[in-house]
């Protein structure tokens, strides 16, 4: 019986193992499709320093066209003033800091740091003008 029975089993397995491969595939034809990122601009404004003060005009943002997620938002945050982004999951948080730090590019509007245009920046120069501590624990082998 388990002679019969082992074929059977065997090609199961082939099978399983087939659509994983096939899914694992699908995915990795998804990001080789993405879109390549904008080139950064070959004039853009190096800030060393900066004061903190950011504005969000009229910011318009979705992943994908004809599906926009944020539309008109505007906020200002000056120089020293500390500013909690608190929601449900799902409600945005994560797409602000994201579009901030130019992981993003907007749909349409503006942010705005120190009077500057991110766009006008390279993203490296954006991200480091900021530190991010992210909700996800990572553990480490070894002590501090």
């Not at 990795?28 to 004039?43: A, G, H, S, W, Y």
């Not at 994560?94 to 130019?102: G, P, Y």
């Not at 991200?127 to 992210?134: N, P, Q, T």
Request: proline share 3%; glycine share 8%; hydrophobic share 40%.
């Amino acid at each position: 019986m388990q002679q019969f029975t082992q074929p059977i089993i065997q090609t199961s397995n082939i099978v399983n193992m087939m659509q994983s491969t096939l899914a694992a595939a699908e995915r990795v034809f998804e990001f080789l499709d993405e879109p390549e990122i904008p080139e950064e601009r070959k004039d853009a404004v190096r800030i060393e320093k900066t004061e903190g003060h950011i504005t969000f005009d009229h910011v318009k943002f979705g992943y994908s066209p004809d599906r926009i997620l944020i539309t008109d938002m505007n906020a200002e945050i000056k120089h020293g003033q500390k500013v909690g982004i608190c929601g449900p999951t799902g409600a945005g948080k994560t797409t602000l800091i994201n579009l901030l730090m130019r992981f993003y590019d907007l749909s349409g509007g503006t942010i705005r740091i120190d009077g500057i245009d991110t766009t006008e920046m390279t993203r490296q120069n954006v991200r480091s003008l900021f530190g991010m501590v992210l909700q996800d624990t990572w553990v480490f082998r070894g002590t501090v």
